[in-house]
């Protein structure tokens, strides 16, 4: 496969000439979705090449029974997986009788376009068929964000050097499988199949966890721009509905087939209602019309575009990257609907299952809570706290006691469903990213309002944990943290990971700094909180024993905090040294030589200094950067980012660049050789922190004052990007000689640029 196919662009991803080596990572990355439901970037049409076909729907999964060889004690039943759901963009088509197929058609002037200023899928190009007959294909479609449970696809079909006969066959296909299946089963039942006047539903519901889903179709003709509506034939199998459509055609005339679908389930609508519920869909949207569809999804991404647009110029490569972060983000969570969550490959694959990691915690709300508003960010957190109780089953499942959670690294509904016990048991440090998500939100939006309502409830129940996870070491007369794996899961069981220890600690601490506040300004919910909780004072002077007294390997000989305590008993070669034909060693070693190596997966000592690098000076941060920077081999996707923003934080602009381009085009130029299972969602917002915290030099200060930073890679002209701070929308321009900052508010804003304090009237730019 050629992993430098796609064509430089600044609103468009483009794929021009046909590959069959680059179908399944094109179908990944020019993936459609809405927040609500997403696909793969299938054809329409039969394909018998290789391809990996993908439709999902939010928040409906399946139980997968977990796949092991050796049951642990506290291990998951079940590893939740994204479901395929059924395939609603399905068109048989044939040509004078003969099946349309590009694996054996003769291609010409082929480009595929994901649009991401508009919000849609394109397609063009020549095809002659092995009879002779040449046809000229204009597809297009997209899901609408106006209208959440609609998509739409108008495919036109040119007749070249013929007459005679095309025959389109639309239809909704729920044989659906998962191709992650862990038993080969399937996990859909369909229970009827709905025939109306050419429009059609199949009512599926998923085994073991009973969701309903009514996917529904309706279909529409033109020939020449003129509308027509041929007869059809129906023809209906155990799990597949078709209509079959005969259009005859001259030289030269164009036949246009334009279906409308629906996706509508029984997390939104009572079971009985689903099928009028998706019918009434696909009528309305072929009323409204795909023009005017699709005219409102130009508009609807044109707002989101309003605040959520980076833009570079001087470097179109970035460009392209930052926007197909920023689109892929939005496609796949839009912040309406708090049950829902960012899986780490959102609509465009299946890999990892779950819908939920720490990820969200981590690297997600920073990128909602500034691009869109507060609410948005609140409904992440939210979706932790309604799964509280469940993280404390959890937790007790492990053998936690008196209240204590811990959230699971994977999970759909707050259960833990991750099936590797390096993970599931060890890498605790994702507790301490739900209370990080709390820190991080109330600092940005000042609303402390949520953690008297409902954060702090989660902050006592994970403090709990940390207090009993800990344990006093006679020998270092320190409390210690043994068995985990840190952010680098390239090595698991090792005791006192720094990242680890140094979270426990602070989320103690802040746990503690937060009761202290409510109980002095919210008497009356301290109250409420310590009944509902079971919290005594004495309790919280337990907790304060484990992070007074927590214990951090440091190595006097280098100066720095070590990954863990035996790290410096293994064999240190930097990355450098490392031959390119055993990159990446994830697929070129064995797991037993990767746990035994010095290289890091991603950052780790240096995600702590990110999370917290108002702890630690600037030259403790590059001194620790300089040592753990050359050990990395940045194979997660969640490291690039961490690593531009520190390299920017602490001068190392040439770095800070080189980062940033690893992260904004991690999937577009596939530098980890698995773009063809799905996109890194997550981690694209990584790549918006790495312009506005890591170039622009953005921060919060505890005392709530907005700082920048700014500075730029010698490679670009300028960038800007738009920040809603606290319902002040405030857009940001540096350029290699200037800086610029707009208050598009109607009250003045306080900023602190390069250490200096400046007023911004309302509605004015200043220069600095």
């Known amino acids: 496969m050629n992993k430098n196919y796609i064509i430089p662009n600044e609103w468009s991803i483009i794929e021009e000439g046909f590959d069959a080596e680059n179908v399944e990572a094109s179908e990944s990355l020019f993936s459609i979705g809405n927040g ?8 329409e049409e039969d394909y018998s090449g290789k391809t990996f076909q993908g439709s999902y729907i939010g928040g409906i999964y399946y139980p997968d029974k977990t796949r092991v060889g050796w049951w642990k004690n506290g291990y998951p039943e079940y590893f939740a997986k994204v479901l395929n759901a059924p395939n609603w963009i399905g ?12 694996n054996v058609c003769k ?8 649009n991401m200023k508009e919000g849609w899928l394109g397609r063009s190009f020549n095809a002659t068929l092995p009879t002779g007959e040449e046809i000229e294909v204009q597809a297009k479609r997209f899901i609408s964000v106006k209208y959440n449970e609609v998509g739409a696809i108008e495919y036109a079909i040119k007749a070249i050097n013929f007459s005679g006969e095309i025959t389109f066959s639309p239809y909704i296909d729920a044989g659906i499988e998962n191709e992650d299946a862990n038993y080969d089963e399937f996990f859909w039942e ?6 109306g006047t050419h429009q059609g539903c199949i009512l599926a519901k998923t085994l073991k966890t009973e969701f309903h889903v009514a996917t529904a179709m309706e279909i529409d003709f033109a020939v020449n721009g003129n509308q027509v509506l041929p007869t059809h034939i129906t023809t209906i199998e155990e799990k597949e509905l078709t209509y079959t459509y005969k259009v005859k055609v001259a030289k030269g005339d164009t036949a246009t087939i334009y279906k409308y679908a629906s996706y509508v389930s029984s997390l939104n609508y009572e079971k009985a209602d689903l099928i009028d519920a998706s019918f009434k869909n696909v009528s309305e949207a072929k009323n409204i ?7 409102d999804q130009k508009e609807s991404w044109a707002t989101i575009w309003e605040t959520a647009d980076i833009i570079i110029e001087g470097d179109i490569k970035a460009q392209q990257g930052i926007r197909f972060n920023i ?5 796949t969570y839009m912040g309406t609907d708090a049950r829902l969550n960012i899986g780490p490959k959102g609509f465009t694959g299946e890999k990892y299952g779950g819908s939920t990691y720490w990820d969200t915690e981590a690297y997600c709300i920073p990128f909602y809570m500034a691009t869109k508003d507060a609410s948005v960010a609140k409904n992440l957190l939210l979706y932790r706290y309604n799964q509280l109780d469940k993280a404390i089953e959890n937790a007790a499942k492990l053998g936690f006691k008196n209240g204590a959670a811990l959230y699971p690294m994977v999970t759909m509904n707050g259960e833990e469903c991750h099936n590797e016990w390096e993970i599931t048991f060890e890498e605790i440090h994702r507790n301490g990213a739900m209370v990080y998500g709390i820190y991080n939100y109330v600092n940005f939006t000042q609303d402390f309002e949520y953690v008297v309502s409902n954060g702090l409830e989660v902050m006592i129940a994970i403090a709990r944990f940390w207090h009993q996870r800990a344990n006093w070491s006679e020998a270092k007369q320190q409390y210690v943290i043994l068995g985990v794996t840190g952010p680098n899961e390239y090595e698991n069981n090792i005791n006192n990971n720094f990242y680890t220890n140094y979270l426990a600690k602070w989320c103690i601490e802040y746990t503690i700094d937060c009761l202290n506040k409510v109980k ?6 301290f109250d409420r909180i310590l009944k509902k909780t079971n919290l005594s004072i004495e309790e919280t002077y337990k907790w304060m024993k484990v992070s007074d007294a927590m214990y951090f390997p440091f190595s006097e000989e280098h100066n720095v905090y070590l990954q863990q305590d035996g790290f410096l008993d293994k064999e240190i070669i930097p990355v450098s040294e490392l031959p390119k034909s055993e990159r990446p060693i994830n697929q070129k070693w064995s797991w037993d030589r990767i746990l035994r190596s010095c290289y890091i997966k991603q950052a780790d000592v240096l995600q702590g200094m990110f999370f917290f690098e108002d702890k630690f000076d600037k030259e403790v941060v590059e001194r620790h950067f300089d040592f753990y920077e050359p050990l990395t081999v940045h194979e997660s996707s969640l490291s690039p980012c961490v690593h531009s923003i520190l390299a920017a934080s602490i001068d190392r602009m040439p770095k800070a660049y080189e980062q940033y381009l690893r992260t904004a085009r991690l999937d577009l130029d596939d530098y980890n050789h698995e773009v063809h299972e799905g996109c890194h969602i997550t981690s694209m917002a990584g790549t918006w922190m790495s312009v506005v915290q890591g170039f622009g030099g953005m921060r919060v200060w505890e005392n709530g004052v907005l700082v920048f930073n700014p500075q730029i890679p010698a490679e670009w002209k300028s960038y800007s990007f738009t920040i809603n701070f606290r319902g002040n929308v405030l857009k ?5 000689t200037d800086c610029k900052f707009r208050n598009e508010s109607e009250k003045e804003l306080k900023l602190i640029v390069n250490n200096k304090e400046i007023l911004i009237p309302a509605n004015q730019l200043i220069t600095v």
């Open 36 to 43: 609500a439901m997403g696909q793969r970037a299938n054809f």
């Open 91 to 102: 068109i048989h088509i044939q040509i004078n009788a003969t099946t349309f197929d590009l």
């Open 107 to 114: 291609i010409s002037n082929f480009k595929r376009e994901l």
């Open 190 to 195: 369909t229970l009827k199949i709905v025939e």
């Open 289 to 295: 019309g795909f023009k005017q569809l699709f005219q």
């Open 327 to 331: 689109f892929q983000l939005n496609q």
């Open 520 to 525: 002095h300004n919210y008497p009356n919910d």
């Open 732 to 736: 940001v321009y540096k350029s290699q």
